[in-house]
């Protein structure tokens, strides 16, 4: 019987906090791949993945990379993730198009914040882990503390098939559960051939083996009922019971190891091909038809096309579209339907990713996932389709801008370049938005953080050669009345030969009952002392007062303005005279009202740990924050608070730093509120 090709493919990513060794481990199973034959460091900027000059600069990943091995007659499709919580976009775009992922944790801190944060992203797509614990060469690393914050804060069942040999810095190798076995590396990283389980820790090993198949049938139905008959679990049985709970997502298999060090590596690839899923163990994809109907399309390559565009890079060769294929064939010189933007597309070159290097594929096949030139209108989250079969694939979530500069180029000369920069920068990374203020005339840059937009600017800067200014984008102020005024008069008389101007006006203004509610005019006029023509006059000429305000020249709001009186001239009156007593008599009128300052006040949604409600309420108070209210959801504690829009400057990064960065915000505008004083002026 033939073996389907696609069981031999296994798509995945590397997850992880920050620091906590994701792109070594994706160093090293290249080495072990025999991918690169020189291992790449972090900290010497010579790793594959880490290519961009900020990621070598900064010592992070900023950018999710694809690469692609071949281990043991498999090919993995492989994609090192960021772990910044700034990039959580990256994660969340990758997370799409993955069947499978590794989650890498510190073997010393455990679980961190953002473990914590991508592991819920990897939840809502379903997508089944490993667990590797890293680092189990550093000073205090112990793999039973790692795993129980793996129990403890993302509530899996972890089920451990490695004990360590040694500790800290004399772990040489780790002793295989499944095989009773010892797997041990050289000072240099080479693997030693598989040996007995030492004697010293025959015991603890048999102990172990003994609570995994307890953990195993307690899990496992199969592997309960061959638990009762026999009182054990044979290794065939136990690693068909650890695919299954992998893959259901009842429980994720945990390994060990020192990246750094090169140990670990290769029982790590083995138990990716064992455990995670090929494209034929994952349910069909599903996507909506022209008719509205949905759709499912298998992993074959004989099926119709549908592929997810879920990454655009511009490079030095032209702009790259990564695509992950999930059915059908996609071949060079191919014209294929872009179902989102509703137009034909041909593929110019199809490439097989390795980082920023890449190898011409002739076609790719369902499963693959490859980086395609040529595409022109095709943006993360675009579905690439057969023509005669149109599909459109649910793209991947995008997360609102939390934090936002205004951007101006140096030089004046600069500015139509800089649009155009912003531009690609916002079809590369969706999490990116670009707008110009309409009352400021900035151009206001948003994102995720303020680490998110300083890469995003000075990736203007390299790739562009051009200077930026960075600033804080000013907050759109109002004015309103506080206490209005009655009877105030005005008269507007112009005499300069020919047909001269007259106009005479009373008006009341009082504020509305709601500060910004916006303006309403009325005439109380009676007698026809001012005609209805010129009332319209009038009101229009209020209108154009309400530009700038008395305070600081802000726009004026909130506010009822009455006529209630008037005088016209049988020559000098006219529509124009009326309009420009309404404009004058208004602006003279506010300088005598008691007028307030009000700024822009949103409603913030925070969800944070309970241990760090205390220091958030406190920051909420300290930016003049109003909290409405607070509840208690799954462990965490969500808590709403009117905030001033100013104040919320840098809050993503305050909140970050108090809560260990895993409290998150959301906010939406709510209207406006007095300002204290002293006002700022424009």
């Known amino acids: 019987m033939r073996t389907n090709p696609l069981a031999a493919v296994r798509n995945l990513g590397i997850l992880a906090h920050v620091d906590a060794g994701k792109t070594t481990v994706t160093e090293r199973i290249l080495f072990a791949t025999g991918t690169t034959h020189k291992r790449g460091e972090v900290h ?24 692609s091995c071949a281990w043991d007659g498999h090919r993995i499709n492989l994609i090192d993730t960021p772990g910044h919580v700034d990039f959580a976009d990256e994660v969340e775009r990758s997370l799409r198009v993955l069947d499978g992922a590794v989650a890498v944790f510190d073997a010393v801190a455990g679980v961190e914040p953002q473990s914590e944060s991508v592991w819920r992203q990897a939840d809502r797509h379903g997508v089944p882990r490993l667990a590797f614990v890293n680092k189990m060469d550093r000073a205090g690393a112990v793999l039973d503390d790692a795993v129980a914050s793996v129990r403890e804060r993302l ?20 002793v295989d559960l499944l095989r009773m076995r010892a797997l041990t590396w050289t000072d240099e990283g080479e693997a030693n051939p598989a040996a007995p389980v030492p004697d010293d820790l025959r015991a603890e090993a048999a102990r172990r083996r003994r609570l995994l198949e307890e953990a195993v049938a307690e899990l496992h139905p199969g592997a309960l009922e061959e638990f009762c008959d026999t009182g054990a679990l044979g290794t065939g049985t136990l690693i068909g019971a650890l695919r299954d709970l992998t893959r259901s997502g009842d429980a994720v298999v945990v390994l060990c190891g020192s990246a750094y060090r090169n140990r670990g590596i290769e029982p790590l690839l083995d138990a990716v091909l064992a455990y995670l899923p090929s494209p034929l163990d994952v349910p069909p994809v599903r996507g909506t038809g022209d008719d509205g ?40 010189g191919d014209t294929v339907w872009d179902a989102t933007a509703r137009r034909p597309e041909r593929i110019g070159r199809i490439l097989r990713v390795q980082a920023d290097r ?42 609102e801008p939390v934090v936002s500069v205004a951007v101006e180029a140096l030089r004046g000369t600069d500015t139509g370049r800089l649009a155009s920069a912003l531009a690609r920068l916002a079809e590369e990374d969706p999490s990116l938005a670009v707008r110009t203020d309409p009352e400021t005339g900035q151009t206001v840059l948003s994102g995720m953080g303020e680490l998110h937009l300083e890469v995003a600017v000075e990736k203007i800067r390299r790739d562009h050669g051009m200077g930026v ?28 030969g020919g047909a001269g101007q007259f106009a005479h006006v009373v008006l009341d203004v009082e504020p509305l009952d709601t500060p ?17 023509e010129y009332v319209r006059a009038v009101g229009a000429g209020c209108r154009d007062a309400l530009a700038e305000g008395p305070l600081g020249g802000h726009p004026v709001t909130g506010l009822r303005v009455t006529l209630t009186d008037g005088a016209t001239h049988v020559k000098d009156s006219s529509d124009t005279a009326f309009r420009t007593a309404g404009r004058f008599g208004l602006r003279d009128a506010l300088r005598a009202c008691a007028m307030v300052l009000l700024e822009p006040v949103v409603e913030v949604t925070v969800t944070v740990p309970e241990d760090a409600v205390g220091g958030v309420l406190g920051d909420l108070a300290a930016r003049r924050g109003r909290v409405t209210g607070s509840v208690v959801r799954a462990g965490a504690t969500v808590v709403t608070a009117t905030v001033p829009l100013a104040e919320l400057f840098g809050y993503a990064t305050r909140l970050r730093s108090r809560t260990q960065g895993r409290g998150t915000f959301t906010s939406r505008p709510t209207g406006y509120a007095p300002a204290p004083a002293p006002a700022p002026t424009r």
């Open 293 to 332: 109907t949905e759709r499912r399309r298998p992993a074959d390559p004989a099926a119709p096309l549908a592929a997810l565009a879920f990454k655009v890079s511009a490079t030095a060769t032209g702009r790259l579209t990564h695509l992950r294929v999930y059915s059908g064939t996609i071949g060079k």
């Open 516 to 532: 910004g509610a916006g303006f309403e005019f009325h005439s109380a006029v009676v007698g026809g002392r001012v005609p209805q």
């Open 44 to 67: 010497d900027g010579t790793t594959v993945t880490d290519f961009d000059p900020q990621e070598r600069d900064r010592g992070i990943t900023i950018f999710a990379a694809a690469v």
């Open 469 to 496: 200014n960075v600033g804080r984008p000013r907050v759109s102020y109002r004015e309103t009345v506080g206490r209005g005024v009655s009877g105030f008069v005005y008269r507007h008389v112009k005499q300069d």
């Open 155 to 174: 509530h899996p069942a972890p089920l451990v098939v490695q004990l360590p040999i040694g500790a800290e810095d004399t772990f040489t190798g780790v």
């Open 358 to 399: 890449h190898a011409p594929l002739d076609r790719a096949v369902a499963g693959d996932i490859v980086a395609v030139v040529g595409l022109k209108s095709a943006r993360a989250g675009s579905t690439l389709c057969a023509p005669d079969a149109p599909l459109v694939l649910e793209p991947p979530g995008v997360a």
